[in-house]
């Protein structure tokens, strides 16, 4: 049975109010100005050291704070990983049928493992996936294809269906060679007509029929 292996942030949950949350407690730490949410989103998905790159060259902070700010970030973040975190609607209803059909489920992220793990767990997800492998896992993280294929191998396949949210998901199943399940309603930043998509997902309780589809 084909494996399904999965985004977390903007996929499976929308958390980037608590990525915003923690920014902005570390912003206020270091005496600047909170940024918005829309800025925060823009900067999720390339992992945690990019994010906080980011967010020092929009307040105009030297390179060489990053990593400390990294760190800083991350101990925030996991003080309170899931006060304003939800599931997006329909994700255990999808996630509960393709169990019943027998495809074995894992997520493939760039959050660090530790974290990622512990938010799945907060919401009762861990129980759905037999292996997580965060941007801190391997030696690359996505769009690289190596964390993904790390995922496919810890289920003992060399092939999956991805579903993601965003640009950086869609090239890492592009690098692996495997179907990308596009979700709207998460954190792309780019126009989805330029991304190699195999098919689009509005409605988490969309998914079996889609997988099915793919796999038939």
């Known amino acids: 049975m084909t494996p399904i292996i999965f985004d977390l942030d903007g996929t499976l949950l929308n958390s980037a109010p608590d990525i915003q949350a923690a920014v902005n407690r570390l912003m206020g730490e270091i005496g600047q100005e909170p940024l918005d949410l829309a800025t925060v989103i823009s900067f999720i998905g390339n992992g945690i050291g990019v994010l906080c790159a980011r967010v020092a060259e929009h307040h105009g902070l030297s390179a060489a704070d990053v990593p400390d700010l990294t760190a800083r970030l991350l101990a925030h973040y996991n003080a309170e990983p899931a006060t304003l975190t939800h599931a997006y609607p329909g994700v255990f209803e999808a996630l509960s049928e393709l169990r019943t059909r027998g495809h074995p489920m894992a997520v493939c992220t760039n959050k660090p493992e530790a974290p990622a793990r512990k938010v ?5 997800l861990d129980t759905f996936f037999e292996t997580v492998v965060g941007g801190d896992t391997c030696a690359t993280r996505k769009p690289d294809a190596g964390p993904l294929r790390e995922t496919m191998a810890r289920l003992g396949h060399t092939d999956c269906i991805y579903v993601g949210d965003s640009e950086v998901d869609a090239e890492t199943a592009k690098a692996a060679g495997v179907p990308f399940v596009f979700f709207t309603h998460g954190y792309c930043h780019v126009p989805p007509a330029t991304l190699t998509i195999h098919a689009t997902l ?15």
Do not use: Q
């Open 202 to 216: 509005t409605d988490w309780t969309d998914l079996p029929g889609i997988v099915a589809e793919l796999t038939a």
């Open 120 to 124: 799945l767990a907060t919401f009762g």
